[in-house]
């Protein structure tokens, strides 16, 4: 049997589980919905694992796999990949083996690959659209090199809520459902009163990390489909974003700070990594990529205690070692342009329209230099002024985001949602 004819029989066999799949959650529908979202994770896979494919060889399934993972480089073909993950167990253990994460291979796969850092050589280019009626904003993955697109590979999307003393901003992995009680709910982004001051919620802790606050009261669902289901769920925080007071406008453009907590300013040093990575799922990931859209994987239903801006942990203390810090993000400041007389940053062509939300943003902590000279197994020491997130406007409602190592999607999402906040203090 050719290799063609065997990924076309998979295809057709994923399709006539997934048909199956339909109907055990149309009969599970009435029963209520903490319990038909039981009877989906339990019932579901004893189908899938029921199949002809199940007993594949290992040795042919590898190569099978493997040859999919190099041919379906880019979206939206790329979701036959995620399709064998959701054949049976034994195929989806043996994508986690051959699919890498995007820190290495550069490729958003699955879902947890929005919370895993980006790759280390190149940017992610994305794009948001905002939509002003509905104070929403999506993320999308950028299929082609034009900046104007209309069409994307749907990623994330987020819902502006303004409240008495701040504005959240709620994170969801569907493009329609972004509620909290939503099973869809990742995080959210909440700022104080003025604007200048945003943090970053998690609903999954950085597992080594020590500069995260705990969780405060949570109200858990246990019907949640976790991303890793080792840890708890909670509102962890995970990053904190000032901007600095400009009242009068006389220190130019907009400045800003971010502090990421879970990740250690180690990460940038030769070899570093970023630690407590989440792992693939296990479950079927069939319906979270049908299509060309991200949709239900993570779920994570929780209340919020008020949280304050002076309980995240402030400068550490001299005797602390340099390499458990967590990292610091500055913007780059941009330079004055005589004659077009305005502040000017080089985004490389991916943002053409001139606005007070763009910005770049580098380490502002320098990366310890490697020992001797380079070699192959040992790379050159980082750019000390290598862009780790750019932002900027393109057009009505549409802007570019281009993230990398150490960022991961959801982090770079939500540090750029902060740049559209009002801030009658910073301009």
Known sequence: MSFRSIVRDVRDGIGSLSRRGFEVRLMGHHR???????????????????????????????????????????????????????????????CKEIVRSPEICGKLTFPVSLKQPGPRD???????????????????????????????????????????TCTEY?????????????????????????????????????CTSEHITPPGRTSRRFTSKKVSPKVPTGSYNIAQITYELNVLGTRGPRRMHCMMHSIPVSSLDVGGSVPGQPELLPRCLEDSFRSISFSKSLDHSVEFSSARFSEIGGPQDEGEDSKSRPLVLKNKPPRWHEQLQCWCLNFRGRVTVASVKNFQLIAAIQPAPSVGTPTPSQPAPPDLDKIILQFGKVGKDMFTMDYRYPLSAFQAFAICLSSFDTKLACE
């Open 32 to 94: 209520g919905k903490s319990h038909g979202s039981l009877n989906d994770l339990h019932d579901q896979p004893l189908v899938v694992q029921n199949s002809r494919w199940a007993s594949l060889p290992p040795e042919l399934l590898y190569d099978v796999i493997r040859r999919l993972e190099e041919s379906e480089s880019t979206w939206p073909s790329r979701k036959h990949v995620v399709a064998c993950a959701s054949v049976c167990r034994s195929w989806r253990i043996m």
């Open 122 to 164: 190149n940017l992610v280019q994305c794009f948001i659209k905002r939509d002003k009626s509905n104070l929403t904003y999506h993320l999308y993955l950028c299929l082609s090199p034009a900046l104007l697109v209309e069409n994307g590979k749907f990623l994330l999307s987020a819902k502006r809520t303004r409240r008495t």
């Open 170 to 206: 709620v994170i969801s992995m569907d493009a329609d459902t972004i509620s909290r009680s939503s099973n869809t709910y990742i995080g959210k982004l909440r700022s104080n009163f003025l604007g200048t001051k945003f943090i970053v919620y998690d609903t999954q802790p950085a």
